[in-house]
């Protein structure tokens, strides 16, 4: 048990209860979307692996903490997860500054996601974007420059899918965190990208456990 040197500091305990309760909110948000998140997830993890043995590769991107879990998951392929393997093609699209800035600077913010896929990406390669409402103008005409190049989609989202779930086709693959507040959304998002990497480990090692 932890020791608490000012447990009669009222203000200290209301905080400790905060901080109680947003772990709880957080469990219980995961554990709801459990059921309805694990077939997309599989879906998804399916549609990346036969990418990667293939030969493809893995485009990510979002903005703010999403930018992050993209980066996140792009190391985790590019290095590793759990297991020792191969290193596996994954480019995060939000890590170049000169590229960002030079599309911001002489286009705008909207493309440089874009412009980024339709340089890198190649028919049979896996977009994966990330935004927490759907709406993210960057993140969706990436989605339109992955489509012109024939490449897959998934999405992670919250908030019912915003613009993104009608953007996507049939062959892509939605992960729609089911919440609103967008703390929750990014941990659920987090959790899916551990699954992600882990279900692509299982499928290219065998792993039975």
Not at 62 to 90: K, Y
Not at 117 to 139: F, H, K, Y
Not at 158 to 170: D, F, H, M, V, W
Not at 175 to 181: H, L, Q, S
């Amino acid at each position: 048990m932890p020791i608490f040197r000012n447990f009669r500091n009222p203000r200290l305990m209301n905080l400790i209860d905060r901080i109680s309760r947003q772990f709880e909110d957080s469990a219980r948000s995961k554990l709801a979307a459990a059921e309805w998140l694990a077939p997309p997830v599989a879906e998804a993890v399916e549609a990346m692996t036969a990418c990667l043995l293939d030969n493809g590769k893995i485009l990510a991107c979002g903005n703010g903490g999403s930018a992050a879990d993209a980066q996140h998951f792009a190391a985790e392929l590019v290095n590793r997860f759990e297991l020792e393997r191969p290193p596996l093609a994954a480019v995060a699209l939000t890590t170049d500054s000169s590229v960002l800035t030079s599309i911001g600077n002489d286009y705008d913010f909207v493309r440089v996601f874009a412009k980024q896929v339709r340089a890198l990406g190649q028919a049979g390669d896996v977009l994966l974007a990330i935004s927490t409402s759907g709406d993210s103008p960057n993140v969706l005409a990436a989605i339109t420059a992955a489509h012109e190049r024939e490449m897959r989609v998934v999405a992670l989202t919250g908030k019912g899918g915003g613009k993104i779930a009608e953007l996507l086709s049939p062959n892509d693959v939605h992960v729609c965190a089911p919440a609103e507040r967008t703390a929750r959304i990014q941990e659920i998002h987090l959790l899916v990208l551990h699954c992600l990497c882990d279900g692509i480990d299982c499928l290219l090692l065998g792993v039975e456990d």
